[in-house]
């Protein structure tokens, strides 16, 4: 089945190595999540399609100035569970698309990688709050390929 090219705003299913995993040496992500394409670009001189991801979690945050907790209405229209969820926005994985870590949706049929779009508003809110986190230089990178 072919994957259709990543739409910014799109929350996907994808192997998500966090920033302590990869400086621990880790290569592989302990578990499949949601992440939000902020980011999907086509490089003019190679061709391929550059996607930056960020993390979806449940887990409460530490620091709540680098977070976007996602409104129980935007779950349940993407079609994720009813926990308190929220995109963490200092820090980033970037990839090659469709590359090695996109994964399908559980339970989807026909097979999809995508859950759906983020409401436009909690789009930019996630993407203006990783642009502060990198200009003040706390968001980091975890390049994937």
Not at 15 to 39: F, N, T
């Amino acid at each position: 089945m072919a994957i259709p090219p990543p739409r910014n705003g799109a929350v996907i299913r994808y192997a998500y190595l966090w920033r302590e995993e990869k400086e621990r040496g880790l290569i592989e992500a302990r578990k499949d999540r949601p992440a939000a394409v902020v980011l999907a670009h086509k490089d003019a001189a190679t061709g391929q399609i550059i996607t930056f991801v960020l993390p979806i979690t449940h887990s409460p945050p530490a620091d709540l100035s680098v977070v976007v907790e996602i409104a129980a209405d935007a779950k349940a229209q993407l079609g994720l569970d009813g926990e308190r969820s929220w995109i963490v926005c200092d820090e980033i994985n970037r990839f090659n698309w469709p590359g090695y870590d996109l994964r399908p949706v559980p339970g989807a049929r026909p097979t999809r990688w995508e859950y759906g779009m983020l409401p436009r508003g909690l789009y930019e809110q996630a993407k203006a709050l990783f642009l502060d986190c990198r200009k003040r230089g706390r968001a980091k990178v975890a390049d994937r390929d």
